[in-house]
Protein backbone atom coordinates (compact mmCIF):
# COMPACT_ATOMS: atom_id res chain seq x y z
CA UNK A 1 0.00 0.00 0.00
CA UNK A 2 2.82 2.44 0.82
CA UNK A 3 4.54 1.09 -1.87
CA UNK A 4 1.68 2.28 -4.63
CA UNK A 5 1.51 5.54 -2.28
CA UNK A 6 5.16 6.67 -3.08
CA UNK A 7 4.86 5.25 -6.88
CA UNK A 8 1.30 7.98 -7.05
CA UNK A 9 3.30 10.76 -5.72
CA UNK A 10 6.30 10.23 -7.34
CA UNK A 11 4.26 10.13 -11.17
CA UNK A 12 2.40 13.35 -9.96
CA UNK A 13 6.05 14.98 -8.88
CA UNK A 14 6.91 14.10 -12.22
CA UNK A 15 4.16 15.24 -14.10
CA UNK A 16 4.35 18.34 -12.08
CA UNK A 17 8.18 19.26 -13.18
CA UNK A 18 8.15 22.08 -15.67
CA UNK A 19 10.99 20.42 -16.82
CA UNK A 20 9.08 16.99 -17.77
CA UNK A 21 6.62 19.21 -19.54
CA UNK A 22 5.90 19.47 -23.61
CA UNK A 23 7.02 23.26 -24.84
CA UNK A 24 3.28 23.36 -25.50
CA UNK A 25 2.13 22.99 -21.98
CA UNK A 26 4.94 25.49 -20.86
CA UNK A 27 3.70 27.95 -22.68
CA UNK A 28 0.36 27.40 -21.62
CA UNK A 29 1.94 27.78 -18.08
CA UNK A 30 3.45 31.21 -19.39
CA UNK A 31 -0.11 32.06 -20.60
CA UNK A 32 -1.78 31.75 -17.69
CA UNK A 33 0.70 33.62 -15.19
CA UNK A 34 0.35 36.26 -17.70
CA UNK A 35 -3.61 36.81 -17.22
CA UNK A 36 -2.69 36.07 -13.70
CA UNK A 37 -0.44 39.25 -13.40
CA UNK A 38 -2.55 41.29 -16.45
CA UNK A 39 -4.71 43.60 -14.08
CA UNK A 40 -1.56 45.57 -13.22
CA UNK A 41 -0.90 46.76 -16.46
CA UNK A 42 -4.78 47.59 -17.52
CA UNK A 43 -7.00 49.66 -16.72
CA UNK A 44 -10.36 49.27 -14.67
CA UNK A 45 -12.28 49.73 -17.50
CA UNK A 46 -10.66 47.22 -20.03
CA UNK A 47 -10.19 44.96 -17.16
CA UNK A 48 -13.91 44.63 -17.30
CA UNK A 49 -13.56 44.09 -20.95
CA UNK A 50 -11.01 40.91 -20.03
CA UNK A 51 -14.29 40.09 -17.48
CA UNK A 52 -16.62 39.42 -20.34
CA UNK A 53 -14.05 37.96 -22.69
CA UNK A 54 -13.74 35.09 -19.52
CA UNK A 55 -17.28 34.48 -19.46
CA UNK A 56 -17.23 34.13 -23.60
CA UNK A 57 -14.26 32.05 -23.19
CA UNK A 58 -15.84 29.44 -20.57
CA UNK A 59 -19.30 29.50 -22.65
CA UNK A 60 -16.99 28.92 -26.13
CA UNK A 61 -15.26 25.87 -23.56
CA UNK A 62 -18.55 24.55 -23.22
CA UNK A 63 -19.74 24.14 -26.78
CA UNK A 64 -16.06 22.50 -27.61
CA UNK A 65 -17.05 19.68 -24.73
CA UNK A 66 -20.09 18.45 -27.19
CA UNK A 67 -19.45 19.76 -30.49
CA UNK A 68 -15.29 19.57 -30.84
CA UNK A 69 -15.28 16.15 -29.10
CA UNK A 70 -17.98 14.23 -29.28
CA UNK A 71 -18.80 15.46 -33.01
CA UNK A 72 -22.90 16.74 -32.40
CA UNK A 73 -23.02 20.29 -33.27
CA UNK A 74 -24.82 22.98 -31.72
CA UNK A 75 -26.21 25.88 -33.22
CA UNK A 76 -28.36 27.29 -30.74
CA UNK A 77 -25.83 26.97 -27.76
CA UNK A 78 -27.06 30.16 -26.35
CA UNK A 79 -29.96 28.92 -24.56
CA UNK A 80 -28.00 27.14 -22.16
CA UNK A 81 -26.24 30.73 -21.54
CA UNK A 82 -29.22 32.75 -21.14
CA UNK A 83 -31.18 29.83 -19.23
CA UNK A 84 -28.43 30.27 -17.00
CA UNK A 85 -28.24 33.90 -16.80
CA UNK A 86 -32.39 34.45 -16.75
CA UNK A 87 -32.19 32.18 -13.89
CA UNK A 88 -30.01 33.20 -11.73
CA UNK A 89 -31.58 37.00 -12.41
CA UNK A 90 -35.04 36.60 -12.32
CA UNK A 91 -34.29 34.35 -8.48
CA UNK A 92 -31.98 37.78 -7.50
CA UNK A 93 -34.60 40.58 -8.99
CA UNK A 94 -37.95 38.88 -7.88
CA UNK A 95 -37.45 36.55 -5.02
CA UNK A 96 -34.13 38.60 -3.16
CA UNK A 97 -31.81 35.51 -3.51
CA UNK A 98 -28.08 36.42 -3.15
CA UNK A 99 -26.49 35.87 -6.30
CA UNK A 100 -24.13 32.86 -4.39
CA UNK A 101 -27.39 30.99 -4.33
CA UNK A 102 -29.07 32.16 -7.23
CA UNK A 103 -26.15 31.24 -9.54
CA UNK A 104 -26.05 27.63 -8.57
CA UNK A 105 -29.37 26.89 -9.46
CA UNK A 106 -29.37 28.92 -12.68
CA UNK A 107 -26.74 25.65 -13.48
CA UNK A 108 -29.14 23.21 -12.45
CA UNK A 109 -31.57 24.58 -14.83
CA UNK A 110 -29.12 24.44 -17.61
CA UNK A 111 -28.76 21.28 -17.05
CA UNK A 112 -32.20 20.38 -17.32
CA UNK A 113 -32.76 22.54 -19.90
CA UNK A 114 -30.04 20.28 -21.50
CA UNK A 115 -31.15 17.17 -20.59
CA UNK A 116 -34.74 17.84 -22.16
CA UNK A 117 -33.36 19.01 -25.48
CA UNK A 118 -30.52 16.35 -25.62
CA UNK A 119 -31.91 13.42 -24.49
CA UNK A 120 -34.49 12.85 -27.33
CA UNK A 121 -32.01 14.33 -30.47
CA UNK A 122 -28.80 12.31 -28.81
CA UNK A 123 -30.84 8.91 -28.81
CA UNK A 124 -31.06 9.00 -32.66
CA UNK A 125 -28.53 9.16 -34.99
CA UNK A 126 -27.94 12.17 -37.19
CA UNK A 127 -27.66 15.43 -37.08
CA UNK A 128 -30.90 15.70 -35.01
CA UNK A 129 -29.50 18.04 -32.37
CA UNK A 130 -28.32 20.51 -34.72
CA UNK A 131 -32.00 20.82 -36.54
CA UNK A 132 -33.32 21.18 -32.77
CA UNK A 133 -30.98 23.38 -31.32
CA UNK A 134 -31.16 25.22 -34.46
CA UNK A 135 -34.88 25.95 -33.54
CA UNK A 136 -34.59 26.04 -29.30
CA UNK A 137 -33.64 29.91 -29.40
CA UNK A 138 -36.46 30.97 -31.63
CA UNK A 139 -38.63 29.30 -28.89
CA UNK A 140 -37.47 30.99 -26.02
CA UNK A 141 -37.07 34.18 -27.47
CA UNK A 142 -40.44 34.38 -28.33
CA UNK A 143 -41.75 32.94 -24.65
CA UNK A 144 -39.52 35.74 -23.40
CA UNK A 145 -41.53 38.18 -25.89
CA UNK A 146 -44.72 37.05 -25.15
CA UNK A 147 -44.36 36.86 -21.27
CA UNK A 148 -42.52 40.27 -21.45
CA UNK A 149 -43.91 40.39 -18.22
CA UNK A 150 -41.69 37.93 -16.57
CA UNK A 151 -39.01 38.09 -18.66
CA UNK A 152 -38.54 42.02 -19.73
CA UNK A 153 -39.08 40.93 -23.44
CA UNK A 154 -36.72 42.49 -26.28
CA UNK A 155 -35.48 44.58 -24.10
CA UNK A 156 -34.70 42.45 -20.76
CA UNK A 157 -34.21 42.92 -17.25
CA UNK A 158 -32.73 45.58 -15.01
CA UNK A 159 -29.54 44.82 -13.43
CA UNK A 160 -29.45 42.02 -10.84
CA UNK A 161 -26.97 42.31 -7.92
CA UNK A 162 -23.64 42.00 -8.34
CA UNK A 163 -21.85 38.54 -7.26
CA UNK A 164 -20.32 39.34 -3.78
CA UNK A 165 -21.40 42.84 -3.75
CA UNK A 166 -18.57 43.66 -6.57
CA UNK A 167 -18.89 46.76 -8.27
CA UNK A 168 -17.65 49.28 -10.81
CA UNK A 169 -15.43 50.23 -8.19
CA UNK A 170 -13.68 46.46 -7.76
CA UNK A 171 -12.62 46.21 -11.24
CA UNK A 172 -9.68 44.11 -10.35
CA UNK A 173 -11.95 41.73 -7.51
CA UNK A 174 -14.09 40.96 -10.33
CA UNK A 175 -11.67 39.97 -12.78
CA UNK A 176 -9.75 37.87 -10.83
CA UNK A 177 -13.21 35.95 -10.34
CA UNK A 178 -13.68 35.56 -13.71
CA UNK A 179 -9.97 34.93 -14.11
CA UNK A 180 -9.90 32.05 -11.39
CA UNK A 181 -13.40 30.59 -12.80
CA UNK A 182 -11.71 30.61 -16.48
CA UNK A 183 -8.98 28.48 -14.62
CA UNK A 184 -10.55 26.22 -12.87
CA UNK A 185 -13.05 25.68 -15.96
CA UNK A 186 -10.13 24.84 -18.14
CA UNK A 187 -8.36 22.28 -16.43
CA UNK A 188 -11.27 20.09 -14.91
CA UNK A 189 -12.88 20.38 -19.30
CA UNK A 190 -9.21 19.30 -20.04
CA UNK A 191 -8.92 16.43 -17.51
CA UNK A 192 -12.45 15.55 -18.50
CA UNK A 193 -11.40 15.39 -21.88
CA UNK A 194 -7.91 13.48 -21.33
CA UNK A 195 -9.73 11.06 -19.40
CA UNK A 196 -11.40 7.74 -20.41
CA UNK A 197 -14.89 9.53 -20.83
CA UNK A 198 -13.14 12.25 -22.93
CA UNK A 199 -11.62 9.23 -25.09
CA UNK A 200 -14.83 7.45 -25.66
CA UNK A 201 -16.16 11.27 -26.64
CA UNK A 202 -13.59 11.47 -29.53
CA UNK A 203 -14.18 8.53 -30.81
CA UNK A 204 -17.82 8.66 -31.14
CA UNK A 205 -17.22 11.76 -33.25
CA UNK A 206 -14.22 9.52 -35.93
CA UNK A 207 -16.77 5.95 -35.40
CA UNK A 208 -19.89 5.59 -33.35
CA UNK A 209 -19.96 2.44 -35.27
CA UNK A 210 -16.60 1.54 -33.85
CA UNK A 211 -17.94 2.65 -30.18
CA UNK A 212 -21.23 0.38 -30.40
CA UNK A 213 -19.24 -2.28 -31.41
CA UNK A 214 -16.93 -2.29 -28.48
CA UNK A 215 -20.15 -2.32 -26.85
CA UNK A 216 -20.20 1.18 -25.24
CA UNK A 217 -23.72 3.00 -25.63
CA UNK A 218 -22.96 6.36 -27.63
CA UNK A 219 -26.25 7.77 -26.58
CA UNK A 220 -25.17 7.79 -22.87
CA UNK A 221 -22.15 9.20 -23.42
CA UNK A 222 -23.08 12.07 -25.90
CA UNK A 223 -26.42 12.72 -23.48
CA UNK A 224 -23.73 13.23 -20.95
CA UNK A 225 -21.38 15.50 -22.61
CA UNK A 226 -24.13 17.37 -23.92
CA UNK A 227 -25.86 17.67 -20.14
CA UNK A 228 -22.23 18.83 -18.90
CA UNK A 229 -22.01 21.13 -21.54
CA UNK A 230 -24.94 22.91 -20.59
CA UNK A 231 -24.64 23.12 -16.87
CA UNK A 232 -20.82 25.07 -18.02
CA UNK A 233 -22.87 27.04 -19.87
CA UNK A 234 -25.49 27.84 -17.75
CA UNK A 235 -22.82 28.54 -15.55
CA UNK A 236 -21.09 31.35 -17.81
CA UNK A 237 -24.04 32.84 -18.33
CA UNK A 238 -25.05 33.31 -14.74
CA UNK A 239 -21.95 34.47 -13.33
CA UNK A 240 -21.78 36.94 -16.46
CA UNK A 241 -25.11 38.91 -15.85
CA UNK A 242 -23.89 39.04 -11.92
CA UNK A 243 -20.85 41.60 -13.53
CA UNK A 244 -21.33 45.63 -13.30
CA UNK A 245 -21.20 45.96 -16.99
CA UNK A 246 -23.59 43.11 -18.03
CA UNK A 247 -27.43 43.26 -19.31
CA UNK A 248 -29.77 40.41 -19.15
CA UNK A 249 -31.54 40.26 -22.64
CA UNK A 250 -31.86 38.06 -25.23
CA UNK A 251 -29.85 40.40 -27.77
CA UNK A 252 -26.99 39.90 -25.23
CA UNK A 253 -27.12 36.17 -24.12
CA UNK A 254 -28.70 34.35 -27.29
CA UNK A 255 -28.90 36.11 -30.31
CA UNK A 256 -27.99 34.49 -33.99
CA UNK A 257 -24.73 36.92 -33.36
CA UNK A 258 -23.73 35.12 -29.83
CA UNK A 259 -24.49 31.46 -31.42
CA UNK A 260 -22.66 32.33 -34.15
CA UNK A 261 -19.54 33.63 -32.48
CA UNK A 262 -19.23 31.09 -30.61
CA UNK A 263 -18.79 28.40 -33.24
CA UNK A 264 -16.59 30.39 -34.84
CA UNK A 265 -14.21 31.23 -31.70
CA UNK A 266 -13.96 27.41 -31.16
CA UNK A 267 -13.37 26.64 -34.61
CA UNK A 268 -10.71 29.54 -34.93
CA UNK A 269 -8.70 28.60 -31.82
CA UNK A 270 -8.71 24.52 -32.45
CA UNK A 271 -12.00 22.69 -32.27
CA UNK A 272 -11.85 19.71 -30.33
CA UNK A 273 -9.03 20.83 -27.90
CA UNK A 274 -10.54 22.81 -25.31
CA UNK A 275 -7.41 24.94 -25.01
CA UNK A 276 -8.15 26.14 -28.40
CA UNK A 277 -11.49 27.14 -27.69
CA UNK A 278 -10.52 29.01 -24.46
CA UNK A 279 -8.20 31.19 -26.64
CA UNK A 280 -10.44 31.47 -29.33
CA UNK A 281 -13.26 32.83 -27.20
CA UNK A 282 -10.79 35.29 -25.81
CA UNK A 283 -9.54 36.68 -28.71
CA UNK A 284 -12.91 37.03 -30.51
CA UNK A 285 -14.14 38.63 -27.49
CA UNK A 286 -11.38 41.08 -27.20
CA UNK A 287 -11.29 41.33 -30.93
CA UNK A 288 -15.39 42.57 -31.18
CA UNK A 289 -14.83 45.03 -28.35
CA UNK A 290 -12.19 46.63 -29.65
CA UNK A 291 -13.71 47.11 -33.28
CA UNK A 292 -16.59 48.61 -31.30
CA UNK A 293 -14.85 51.15 -30.01
CA UNK A 294 -12.56 51.87 -33.22
CA UNK A 295 -12.48 55.14 -34.41
CA UNK A 296 -10.35 54.70 -37.72
CA UNK A 297 -11.96 55.73 -40.94
CA UNK A 298 -11.83 53.40 -43.93
CA UNK A 299 -10.66 55.13 -47.30
CA UNK A 300 -13.11 53.61 -50.00
CA UNK A 301 -16.30 53.29 -48.04
CA UNK A 302 -15.57 56.44 -45.75
CA UNK A 303 -16.94 54.82 -42.49
CA UNK A 304 -15.50 54.48 -39.38
CA UNK A 305 -15.16 51.17 -38.52
CA UNK A 306 -17.16 51.50 -35.23
CA UNK A 307 -20.16 51.94 -37.58
CA UNK A 308 -19.77 48.99 -39.04
CA UNK A 309 -18.10 46.86 -36.81
CA UNK A 310 -19.69 43.33 -37.02
CA UNK A 311 -19.31 43.64 -40.86
CA UNK A 312 -15.30 44.14 -40.04
CA UNK A 313 -15.30 41.45 -37.78
CA UNK A 314 -16.99 39.06 -39.80
CA UNK A 315 -14.55 39.61 -42.90
CA UNK A 316 -11.29 39.45 -39.86
CA UNK A 317 -12.77 36.51 -38.88
CA UNK A 318 -13.36 34.39 -42.25
CA UNK A 319 -9.58 34.99 -43.17
CA UNK A 320 -8.44 33.51 -40.49
CA UNK A 321 -10.54 30.61 -40.61
CA UNK A 322 -8.85 30.50 -44.22
CA UNK A 323 -5.67 31.01 -43.35
CA UNK A 324 -5.68 28.80 -40.45
CA UNK A 325 -8.16 26.26 -41.26
CA UNK A 326 -7.19 23.75 -38.30
CA UNK A 327 -7.36 26.52 -35.51
CA UNK A 328 -4.53 28.35 -34.22
CA UNK A 329 -3.74 25.85 -31.27
CA UNK A 330 -2.79 22.77 -33.87
CA UNK A 331 -1.28 25.83 -35.89
CA UNK A 332 1.12 26.87 -33.12
CA UNK A 333 1.42 23.17 -31.91
CA UNK A 334 2.78 22.83 -35.79
CA UNK A 335 5.60 25.88 -35.52
CA UNK A 336 6.92 24.70 -32.32
CA UNK A 337 7.09 21.22 -33.24
CA UNK A 338 9.48 22.35 -35.87
CA UNK A 339 11.37 24.46 -34.00
CA UNK A 340 11.96 21.90 -31.42
CA UNK A 341 13.33 19.12 -34.33
CA UNK A 342 15.86 22.34 -35.56
CA UNK A 343 16.97 22.90 -32.14
CA UNK A 344 17.26 19.53 -30.51
CA UNK A 345 17.96 17.55 -33.96
CA UNK A 346 14.69 15.45 -32.57
CA UNK A 347 12.02 14.08 -34.30
CA UNK A 348 8.60 15.24 -33.18
CA UNK A 349 5.30 13.03 -34.13
CA UNK A 350 3.30 15.42 -36.51
CA UNK A 351 -0.56 15.99 -35.64
CA UNK A 352 -1.39 14.29 -39.40
CA UNK A 353 -4.80 13.02 -38.75
CA UNK A 354 -8.13 14.61 -39.78
CA UNK A 355 -9.12 18.17 -38.06
CA UNK A 356 -12.11 17.31 -36.13
CA UNK A 357 -13.83 20.04 -38.31
CA UNK A 358 -13.10 17.74 -41.15
CA UNK A 359 -14.56 14.89 -39.46
CA UNK A 360 -17.65 16.64 -38.09
CA UNK A 361 -18.08 17.53 -41.98
CA UNK A 362 -17.72 14.31 -43.35
CA UNK A 363 -19.90 12.59 -41.16
CA UNK A 364 -22.55 15.29 -41.21
CA UNK A 365 -22.40 15.19 -45.40
CA UNK A 366 -22.85 10.81 -45.19
CA UNK A 367 -25.67 11.36 -42.35
CA UNK A 368 -27.46 14.07 -44.44
CA UNK A 369 -26.98 10.93 -47.86
CA UNK A 370 -28.57 8.63 -45.68
CA UNK A 371 -31.71 10.77 -44.86
CA UNK A 372 -32.39 11.77 -48.38
CA UNK A 373 -31.46 8.55 -49.78
CA UNK A 374 -28.27 9.74 -51.68
CA UNK A 375 -25.39 7.56 -52.22
CA UNK A 376 -22.28 8.18 -54.25
CA UNK A 377 -23.33 5.49 -56.66
CA UNK A 378 -26.38 7.61 -57.14
CA UNK A 379 -24.97 10.74 -57.87
Known amino acids: MSDDTSTSDDTLRSLLNPRNMALRHKLGIVGLLGLAVLPTVLSPINAFVMVSAF ?59 GVIIGVPALRLRGPYLSLVTLVAPLILTQIFIVRSDIFGGELGLGNPDNFLGFGLGDAYAVYYIAFV ?23 IREDEDAVSAAGLNPAKFKIMAFVLSAAVGGLGGAMFVHTPRASVSPDVLMSIIINVEVIIAAILGGMGTIVGAAIGGLLLSLLAEQLIGLDVVIPVLNTPVSEIN ?37 EVAADGGTTPLVQVYENYTEQLRELTGRNDDER
Do not use: C
Open 310 to 346: FLVFALITLALLFILPGGIVRWAVGIGGRVVERTTGK
Open 181 to 203: LFAVILFGLLALTRSDAGAVFTA
Open 55 to 113: YFAIFTMSWDVVSGYTGQISFGHGVFFAVGGYTSALLNMGHGLDPVLSIPLGVVLAAIA
